[in-house]
């Protein structure tokens, strides 16, 4: 059983903000080094933050289950922009999900959050969930933020709000930074929820980790 001081405590290590470059790269390269960074949301007094355990990987023009597959739209020229900047869409009429924007200006390319291990916060994200919460239940932890919908309903993050959003300024409210942890074991699979491509090994998780969404 995972207690809440222990995931707390890790959040206590120094941090580096990660820099515009660390994206500018294929997807694949960002999606694998994103695992075991932290993600991290201020919002008044508050800051939440978790450690990202899962991600997918969009390639761009040529993934026929990418947003940019489409080519340059209003809806998604976050993706063929800046790198490190956040992608928000709406799903299913429901849920927002975060993405980053990988690859050089001008090269479209995403990443995907599909889950984040809870470390600071974690009141107020049960809050804008809706959960109650017991401090030692790990099935209530992962109610927080084992899935894209809910780690973006949890950071409070819409599209209205975040869409474009410089994740690499150190004067955002919402930003991923480096505190030295690395993965004992990675592991690479399928996507999920998609038709298109859907074979493509571009979903990575870090292996074991009870935050994890979908199949483990």
């Known amino acids: 059983m995972l207690s809440l001081q222990k995931t707390r405590s890790r959040d206590a290590r120094p941090a580096r903000l990660l820099p515009a470059d660390f994206y500018a790269r294929d997807p694949r390269a960002v ?16 800051t939440l933050s978790g450690r990202i355990v899962e991600v997918e990987a969009y390639l761009g023009e040529n993934d026929a289950a990418a947003h940019a597959a489409a080519g340059l739209t209003p809806r998604n020229y976050v993706l063929f922009g800046p790198p490190g900047r956040a992608y928000v869409y709406f799903i299913y009429g429901n849920y927002f999900c975060l993405n980053v924007s990988c690859e050089p200006d001008g090269i479209a390319g995403g990443v995907l959050f599909r889950a984040l291990e809870p470390l600071a916060g974690i009141e107020q994200m049960a809050q804008e969930r ?6 030692s239940h790990l099935a209530g932890l992962r109610l927080l933020t084992s899935g894209p ?18 994740l690499t300024s ?14 004992a074991r990675v592991s690479v699979g399928p996507r999920i929820g998609i038709t298109k491509a859907a074979a493509d090994p571009l979903r990575f998780i870090i292996a074991g980790n009870p935050f994890l969404s979908g199949r483990k």
């Open 149 to 166: 919908g809910r780690l973006a309903q949890a950071f409070g993050v819409t599209r209205e709000r975040d869409n474009d959003k410089d």
């Open 130 to 135: 809706g959960v109650a919460l017991k401090p």
């Open 170 to 183: 150190s004067s955002s409210d919402l930003q991923i930074v480096d505190d030295g942890y690395r993965p």
């Open 31 to 46: 999606s694998r080094d994103l695992l075991g960074k932290i993600l991290i949301r201020r919002r008044a007094r508050k």
